[in-house]
Protein backbone atom coordinates (compact mmCIF):
# COMPACT_ATOMS: atom_id res chain seq x y z
CA UNK A 1 0.00 0.00 0.00
CA UNK A 2 1.41 3.13 -0.90
CA UNK A 3 0.33 6.40 1.40
CA UNK A 4 0.95 9.82 -0.68
CA UNK A 5 -0.29 12.35 1.94
CA UNK A 6 2.26 11.31 4.76
CA UNK A 7 5.34 13.12 5.03
CA UNK A 8 7.91 11.35 6.85
CA UNK A 9 9.83 14.08 9.42
CA UNK A 10 13.40 13.34 8.21
CA UNK A 11 12.66 13.72 4.44
CA UNK A 12 10.59 16.68 5.58
CA UNK A 13 13.76 18.42 7.20
CA UNK A 14 16.33 17.04 4.50
CA UNK A 15 13.60 18.86 2.03
CA UNK A 16 13.86 21.85 3.90
CA UNK A 17 17.93 21.41 3.87
CA UNK A 18 17.70 21.86 -0.15
CA UNK A 19 15.77 25.24 -0.12
CA UNK A 20 17.88 28.06 -1.01
CA UNK A 21 18.82 30.53 1.76
CA UNK A 22 16.46 33.19 -0.13
CA UNK A 23 13.77 31.19 0.27
CA UNK A 24 14.23 29.88 3.81
CA UNK A 25 14.33 33.54 4.75
CA UNK A 26 11.02 34.33 3.06
CA UNK A 27 9.26 31.61 5.06
CA UNK A 28 10.83 32.92 8.30
CA UNK A 29 8.19 35.14 9.01
CA UNK A 30 5.36 33.15 7.33
CA UNK A 31 6.41 30.40 9.84
CA UNK A 32 7.02 32.64 13.07
CA UNK A 33 3.25 34.13 12.32
CA UNK A 34 2.42 30.04 12.46
CA UNK A 35 4.42 29.58 15.47
CA UNK A 36 2.52 33.00 16.92
CA UNK A 37 -1.09 31.48 16.03
CA UNK A 38 -0.60 28.01 17.48
CA UNK A 39 0.95 29.17 20.69
CA UNK A 40 -2.33 31.71 21.30
CA UNK A 41 -4.18 29.22 20.44
CA UNK A 42 -2.79 26.49 22.87
CA UNK A 43 -2.87 29.05 25.66
CA UNK A 44 -6.47 29.67 24.77
CA UNK A 45 -6.93 26.13 25.18
CA UNK A 46 -4.62 24.99 28.31
CA UNK A 47 -5.01 28.19 30.54
CA UNK A 48 -3.12 27.35 34.03
CA UNK A 49 -6.08 29.13 35.93
CA UNK A 50 -5.00 30.07 39.49
CA UNK A 51 -8.12 30.46 41.17
CA UNK A 52 -8.53 33.17 44.27
CA UNK A 53 -9.30 31.65 47.29
CA UNK A 54 -11.97 33.72 49.39
CA UNK A 55 -11.02 31.18 52.27
CA UNK A 56 -7.61 32.01 52.71
CA UNK A 57 -7.56 35.23 52.10
CA UNK A 58 -10.10 36.05 54.82
CA UNK A 59 -7.49 33.74 56.80
CA UNK A 60 -4.73 36.16 55.76
CA UNK A 61 -6.92 38.83 56.78
CA UNK A 62 -7.55 37.53 60.26
CA UNK A 63 -4.14 37.30 60.97
CA UNK A 64 -3.33 40.91 60.13
CA UNK A 65 -6.50 41.71 61.98
CA UNK A 66 -3.70 40.87 65.30
CA UNK A 67 -1.51 43.31 64.23
CA UNK A 68 -1.36 47.17 64.40
CA UNK A 69 -3.83 48.74 62.05
CA UNK A 70 -1.95 50.09 59.55
CA UNK A 71 -0.73 46.57 58.95
CA UNK A 72 -4.71 45.50 58.92
CA UNK A 73 -5.07 48.45 56.39
CA UNK A 74 -2.12 47.24 53.84
CA UNK A 75 -3.30 43.78 54.40
CA UNK A 76 -6.76 44.86 53.23
CA UNK A 77 -5.54 47.55 50.34
CA UNK A 78 -3.73 44.10 48.96
CA UNK A 79 -6.12 41.63 49.36
CA UNK A 80 -8.47 44.53 47.14
CA UNK A 81 -5.64 44.32 44.75
CA UNK A 82 -5.22 40.44 44.20
CA UNK A 83 -9.18 40.52 43.65
CA UNK A 84 -8.79 43.02 41.22
CA UNK A 85 -5.88 40.86 39.71
CA UNK A 86 -7.82 38.25 39.22
CA UNK A 87 -10.93 40.06 37.87
CA UNK A 88 -12.91 38.76 41.00
CA UNK A 89 -16.47 40.41 40.75
CA UNK A 90 -20.03 40.01 42.10
CA UNK A 91 -22.46 38.99 39.48
CA UNK A 92 -25.22 41.23 38.69
CA UNK A 93 -28.19 41.25 40.88
CA UNK A 94 -31.41 39.76 39.96
CA UNK A 95 -33.97 41.89 38.78
CA UNK A 96 -36.54 39.87 38.29
CA UNK A 97 -37.46 36.69 41.25
CA UNK A 98 -38.27 34.14 38.82
CA UNK A 99 -34.30 33.93 38.11
CA UNK A 100 -33.95 32.65 41.87
CA UNK A 101 -32.50 28.94 42.68
CA UNK A 102 -35.98 27.91 44.32
CA UNK A 103 -34.87 27.45 48.44
CA UNK A 104 -36.46 25.77 50.94
CA UNK A 105 -39.10 27.20 53.06
CA UNK A 106 -37.69 28.11 56.72
CA UNK A 107 -40.68 26.66 58.89
CA UNK A 108 -39.51 28.32 61.91
CA UNK A 109 -38.97 31.76 60.36
CA UNK A 110 -42.96 31.47 58.98
CA UNK A 111 -43.84 30.50 62.32
CA UNK A 112 -42.05 33.26 63.83
CA UNK A 113 -43.61 35.66 61.49
CA UNK A 114 -47.49 34.58 61.50
CA UNK A 115 -47.26 35.55 65.09
CA UNK A 116 -45.42 38.68 65.20
CA UNK A 117 -46.48 40.44 61.55
CA UNK A 118 -48.38 37.95 59.59
CA UNK A 119 -48.62 40.34 56.69
CA UNK A 120 -45.40 40.22 55.21
CA UNK A 121 -46.23 36.43 54.33
CA UNK A 122 -48.58 37.44 51.80
CA UNK A 123 -45.63 39.31 50.27
CA UNK A 124 -42.76 37.32 50.68
CA UNK A 125 -41.61 34.00 51.77
CA UNK A 126 -38.92 33.33 54.04
CA UNK A 127 -36.33 30.38 52.67
CA UNK A 128 -33.45 28.56 55.06
CA UNK A 129 -30.22 29.78 54.58
CA UNK A 130 -27.52 27.07 56.13
CA UNK A 131 -27.13 28.56 59.80
CA UNK A 132 -22.64 27.84 60.12
CA UNK A 133 -21.63 31.41 61.20
CA UNK A 134 -22.41 32.82 57.37
CA UNK A 135 -25.82 33.06 57.71
CA UNK A 136 -25.96 37.05 57.56
CA UNK A 137 -23.63 36.59 54.41
CA UNK A 138 -25.79 33.59 52.82
CA UNK A 139 -29.00 35.52 53.79
CA UNK A 140 -27.38 38.39 51.02
CA UNK A 141 -26.24 36.64 48.72
CA UNK A 142 -29.63 34.79 47.87
CA UNK A 143 -31.37 37.62 48.36
CA UNK A 144 -29.49 40.09 46.03
CA UNK A 145 -28.25 36.84 43.70
CA UNK A 146 -30.92 34.29 44.40
CA UNK A 147 -28.15 31.92 45.33
CA UNK A 148 -25.93 31.26 48.47
CA UNK A 149 -23.23 30.61 46.70
CA UNK A 150 -21.78 33.99 46.34
CA UNK A 151 -21.38 34.34 50.31
CA UNK A 152 -17.63 34.00 51.12
CA UNK A 153 -17.20 36.61 48.41
CA UNK A 154 -19.53 39.13 50.27
CA UNK A 155 -17.76 38.45 53.20
CA UNK A 156 -14.53 39.08 51.70
CA UNK A 157 -16.00 42.61 50.43
CA UNK A 158 -16.81 43.81 53.79
CA UNK A 159 -13.66 42.64 56.12
CA UNK A 160 -11.99 45.09 53.20
CA UNK A 161 -14.28 47.52 54.17
CA UNK A 162 -14.14 47.35 57.09
CA UNK A 163 -10.58 46.91 57.37
CA UNK A 164 -9.84 49.90 55.21
CA UNK A 165 -11.99 52.40 57.29
CA UNK A 166 -11.21 51.61 60.74
CA UNK A 167 -11.76 55.08 62.17
CA UNK A 168 -15.61 55.16 60.47
CA UNK A 169 -16.64 51.95 61.85
Known amino acids: MRYSNVVCPASANMHFQKLTLDRRLALKP ?3 SLLTSVATILRSLFVYRIQYNYVNALRRLATAATSPTYKFTAAAHS ?3 L ?3 YSVTLPDRLTTPQNARPGRIDDTATGVLRLFHPIVLHIHVPL ?3 GDGNCLFRAVSRALYGTEQHH ?3 R ?5 EIAKNPPIL
Open 79 to 81: EEL
Open 30 to 32: CLR
Open 83 to 85: LRT
Open 128 to 130: YVV
Open 152 to 154: LLI
Open 156 to 160: LLTAI
